[in-house]
């Protein structure tokens, strides 16, 4: 049968049927330790109890109403949200690029609203904010971008971790609004900012009127061992954007935004259908209810330190092997030659993993991942890596 779906995916040969904690089986009864968790979503793992009766329960009530009225699901969501952020108002969506669109609206309308012209917005080399047209033009990836054009002008890239390149470019353009960056970037490699950088950055933006913005939607909800990424860094920033993790597999997005970006979107300059219905925002309440409950930051940090301390002693120093890098449950390895085969051969040992960047392989998994379960990638992981590294181009 020739499938019905366009061709946007080269998908690997396999479908899964059910899954349980970081465990998905296959149509034909195979395990496979699930070290991707759908690219950072499903941070509870397959089938969480306390998530699937949450969903449940929403479902039988409730699943849609529209934001026309009140949805106090959402307000839950939102007042665990900026607890959590120290974010002071919420606004939902759909999606890490839908987030990010708004935080992109917000930030030109802050500039707008002061009688700019051309808000301008900083962003970085090897960024990833999504594929929609906006967040297209904010990206950095040439294989994203080609053939999309005329993406929207109002961006300026500069190089990563460089607060001197980002100084400059205010310098050059005086209509900068806004900076929008990764603190650790997930689909440009796993590279991640130093802390005093971020620290630099903040001070930087204050000290010309800029908003801090923060995509967090892989790096956010736990996944590195703090709410947020930034965090490591003690600094607020004045908008997070938010996704991925946060309603556990559901679709969802969200900014959050503080001092000067808190009350900028005003009654009918941004809005959304589906975002924030009480179905999505029953998932994500149990979501940072079951982090919390079940201390998963901590987990991310201690079984995270534990695999990258496995990996890099596996690893560093062998040949074909550049870097391992990551914080918590985000982790890359580095290496010399294009390794995207790796997936497919993980695939087939019963290892699902990811290759980004051409020669990073990419590990995402769930925050509930045990240490036994950390060595058991590693066991079926270096061999691998080992194997490929040792075959001539
Ligand atoms: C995945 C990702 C996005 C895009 O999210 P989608 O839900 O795929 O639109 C944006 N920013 C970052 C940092 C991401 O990792």
Known sequence: MTS????????????FTHGKGVWLWDTKGRRYLDAMAGIGVSCLGH???????????QAARV?????????????????????????????????????NEAAIKLARYYGYKKGNDLPTIITMESSWHGRTIGTLAATDSEKARTGFGPLPGGFIKVAYNDIAAIKAAGDAEPRVVAVLLEVLQGEGGIRPTDIQN???????????????????????????????????????PDVVVFAKGLGGGVPIGAIGACGPAAGVLGPGSHGTTFGGS???SAAGVAVLRALEEEKLLENAATVGAHLKAELSKALLGTPGVREVRGQGLMLGIELEKPCGVLTARALEAGLLINVTRDRV?????????????????????????????????
């Open 4 to 15: 019905a779906l366009s061709n946007t995916y080269s998908r690997l040969p396999v479908a």
């Open 63 to 99: 699943i849609h109403v529209s934001n026309l009225y009140e949805v106090p699901e959402q307000e839950e969501l939102a007042q665990r949200m900026t607890k959590m952020s120290g974010m002071t108002e919420i606004v939902f969506g759909n999606s890490g690029a839908e987030a």
């Open 278 to 280: 009480p179905l999505v």
């Open 361 to 393: 392989v990419r590990l995402l998994p769930p925050l509930i991942l045990t240490a036994a379960e950390a060595d058991e990638i590693v066991k079926i992981l270096i061999p691998l890596i080992k194997a490929f590294n040792a075959e001539t181009a």
């Open 47 to 57: 089938a969480h109890p306390k998530l699937v009766a949450a969903i449940s329960e």
């Open 198 to 236: 971020l620290k630099d950055l903040r001070a930087l933006c204050n000290e010309r009127g800029w908003l801090m913005m923060i995509d967090e939607v892989q790096s956010g909800i736990g996944r590195t061992g703090k709410w947020l990424a930034h965090q490591w860094a003690d600094i607020l």
